[in-house]
T-cell receptor, first 113, second 111 residues
Framework: NAGVTQTPKFQVLKTGQSMTLQCAQD?????MSWYRQDPGMGLRLIHYSVGAGITDQGEVPNGYNVSRSTTEDFPLRLLSAAPSQTSVYFC????????????FGDGTRLSIL | RKEVEQDPGPFNVPEGATVAFNCTYSNSASQSFFWYRQDCRKEPKLLMSVYSSGNEDGRFTAQLNRASQYISLLIRDSKLSDSATYLCVVTPGDQGGKLIFGQGTELSVKP
């Protein structure tokens, strides 16, 4: 009964380092998304995917890269970490189509020093 | 202007009170509408979908006015456990995987 699994849960990076946030789902969902949440703000869409091999940019894509080689996995890469990328990152998946609920992972709390 | 805007919070209410949250969206082509609940920066969880005819789930009632591009959530007989941040969420067009979130309204229910 895993649902959406995000790793790591916490991470501290130095400015300029790169890293990959992992997201995996076991519900065979077509749609997967990455959001970031900053204090006092709602979630903002970074990148999303409507199926394996298909990705598109969201509201705040700069500084992030994604790929979707399988239905299950949707990793988010920070190319060169900046303090402005300090945030809580949520991965979500859904079956697609209107009114399908999104299932969220527990989040990754990322600090860039 | 933000695509989805909510009442600024926080709302502080006593147990048993009725509280209403309002939300407006700017994209008239938006297709589906939701209220999510988020506790203490944990992951958001779907509270209820919002349909054109309005819908109710126990103490919670959601309304949608497409002409005014307005969504509301009414909580009756509020409980301590209702304390959370309520997020208004909209899907632009027929893109079920893409959600646009409002900034959220914090609710604190006091004994």
């Amino acid at each position: 009964n895993a649902g959406v699994t995000q790793t790591p849960k916490f991470q501290v990076l130095k400015t300029g380092q790169s890293m990959t946030l992992q997201c995996a789902q076991d519900m065979n969902h077509e749609y997967m998304s990455w959001y970031r949440q900053d204090p006092g703000m709602g979630l903002r869409l970074i990148h999303y995917s409507v199926g394996a091999g298909i990705t598109d940019q969201g509201e705040v894509p700069n500084g992030y890269n994604v790929s979707r080689s399988t239905t299950e996995d949707f990793p988010l890469r920070l190319l060169s970490a900046a303090p402005s990328q300090t945030s809580v990152y949520f991965c979500a998946s859904s079956a697609g189509g209107s009114y399908q609920p999104q299932h969220f992972g527990d989040g990754t709390r990322l600090s860039i020093l | 202007r933000k695509e989805v805007e909510q009442d600024p919070g926080p709302f502080n209410v006593p147990e048993g009170a009725t509280v209403a949250f309002n939300c407006t969206y700017s994209n008239s082509a938006s297709q589906s509408f939701f209220w999510y609940r988020q506790d203490c920066r944990k992951e958001p969880k779907l509270l209820m979908s919002v349909y054109s005819s309005g819908n109710e789930d126990g103490r919670f009632t959601a309304q949608l006015n497409r002409a005014s591009q307005y969504i509301s959530l009414l909580i009756r007989d509020s409980k301590l456990s209702d304390s959370a941040t309520y997020l208004c969420v909209v899907t632009p067009g027929d893109q079920g995987g893409k959600l646009i979130f409002g900034q959220g309204t914090e609710l604190s229910v006091k004994p």
